[in-house]
């Protein structure tokens, strides 16, 4: 959830997250849509294993859901 909170309010990050907070926005200049939304692991699979895969990865991941 924090993670959320953050994209809407930079300075809440902590300081040792924000090298990521600032790729995550060099990454948003880069779409033409943006959006980060709070689901809960049980209530969705696809969160469920994107933030199992997350957890040992070397390179960054970038989801798209074109609906």
């Known amino acids: 959830m924090n993670a959320v909170l953050w994209v809407a309010n930079p300075s809440k990050v902590p300081w040792r997250l924000r090298r990521i907070r600032n790729h995550l926005e060099n990454l948003k200049a880069k779409v033409a849509r943006f959006e ?4 809960r692991r049980e209530a969705n699979q696809v969160a469920d294993m994107l933030a199992k895969e997350g957890v ?10 074109e609906d």
């Open 36 to 39: 980060v939304v709070y689901v």
């Open 56 to 65: 040992g990865r070397v390179n960054d991941l970038l989801w798209v859901n």
